[in-house]
C-alpha cells in the first residue's frame, strides 16, 4: 500500500487478556520495526525485523511480548496477560532496506495502536 | 548506547514568532539526525534528516535544522511560525556505521496560538 497500517487503530482490554496488533508494511520494504510511545514519551524501539527474522528484539520489555513476521511482509505484535502498564501506542515503521539507516533507508511510521489495557 | 535529549517539553507561541527547539544526542561517533513532526490525529512524519555534509539541513514547510559536532546539538529552527505548525516535535538520532535502532527525544509539543 502507500504507507504502513496498522489495525486496531484503538483497543481497549482488560488486564491479563491477550492482544495482537498487526502491521502491514509499505510494499517491498524488506525491513520493519516495532516502537512503543507511552503519555509523555518519545517513541521506544522494540524490535526490529530483517525479512521475517527478529534482528533485533533487545527493545521487548519482558517474555510477554513476542512479534512475528511469518512471510516477510504483514507483521503482528502479540502481548500475553497485559498488564495496566502496556497501556501505550504502537507504532509500527518500514523501511526500504535492512541494515544501517542512511538517506535512502529512512523509516516511514504507521499511524499506531493505541492500546488501553483497564 | 545514544541518547537524545530535548530541552522543552511544551512550547507557546504566537503566529509569526520564531522557533527553536533545542536537541542534544550523546555518542562519541559519527550520527544521523533526524526530525520527526506528528501533527493532531496524525501519524509521525519526517521533517528533515541529516547525513552528512552542509550541517544546515533544510527540510519540509520552511524547517531547517543545524548539526552543530562540537556542541552535540541539531536544533531544528523555523523564521517565522503558523498555527498549523501546532504539533509534537521529536529529534531522533542512529550511529552512522551499521545497523543502529532510531532513537528520539521525549518530543516539544509546540502550540501557535492564532
Known amino acids: 500500500g502507500a504507507g504502513v497500517s496498522q489495525t486496531p487503530s484503538n483497543k481497549v482490554t482488560e488486564k491479563g487478556k491477550y492482544v495482537e496488533l498487526r502491521c502491514d508494511p509499505i510494499?517491498?520494504?524488506?525491513?520493519l520495526y516495532w516502537y512503543r510511545q507511552s503519555l509523555g514519551q518519545g517513541p521506544e524501539f522494540l524490535i526490529y525485523?530483517?525479512?521475517?527474522?527478529?534482528?533485533?528484539d533487545s527493545g521487548l520489555p519482558n517474555d510477554r511480548f513476542f512479534a512475528v513476521r511469518p512471510e516477510g511482509s504483514v507483521s503482528t505484535l502479540k502481548i500475553q496477560r497485559t498488564e495496566r502498564g502496556d497501556s501505550a501506542v504502537y507504532l509500527c515503521?518500514?523501511?526500504?532496506?535492512?541494515?544501517?539507516?542512511?538517506?535512502?533507508?529512512?523509516?516511514?511510521f504507521g499511524a499506531g495502536s493505541r492500546l488501553t489495557v483497564l | 548506547a545514544q541518547s537524545v535529549s530535548q530541552h522543552n517539553h511544551h512550547v507557546i507561541l504566537s503566529e509569526a514568532a520564531s522557533l527553536e527547539l533545542g536537541c542534544n544526542y550523546s555518542?562519541?561517533?559519527?550520527?544521523?539526525l533526524f526530525w520527526y513532526v506528528q501533527y493532531p490525529g496524525q501519524h509521525l512524519q519526517l521533517l528533515l534528516k541529516?547525513?552528512?555534509?552542509?550541517?544546515l539541513v533544510k527540510g519540509i514547510k520552511g524547517f531547517e535544522a543545524e548539526f552543530i559536532k562540537s556542541k552535540f546539538s541539531f536544533n531544528l529552527r523555523k523564521p517565522s511560525v503558523q498555527w498549523s505548525d501546532t504539533a509534537e516535535y521529536f529529534c531522533?538520532?542512529?550511529?552512522?556505521?551499521?545497523?543502529?535502532?532510531?532513537?528520539f527525544g521525549k518530543g516539544t509539543m509546540l502550540l501557535v496560538s492564532p
Open positions: 555518542y562519541g561517533g559519527t550520527v544521523n
Open positions: 510494499s517491498g520494504h524488506t525491513a
Open positions: 515503521a518500514s523501511s526500504p532496506q535492512t541494515g544501517a539507516v542512511s538517506g535512502a533507508n529512512v523509516l516511514t
Open positions: 541529516y547525513f552528512s555534509g552542509d550541517p
Open positions: 531522533a538520532v542512529t550511529r552512522n556505521s551499521g545497523y543502529s535502532t532510531l532513537t
Open positions: 525485523f530483517q525479512g521475517t527474522g527478529a534482528a533485533d
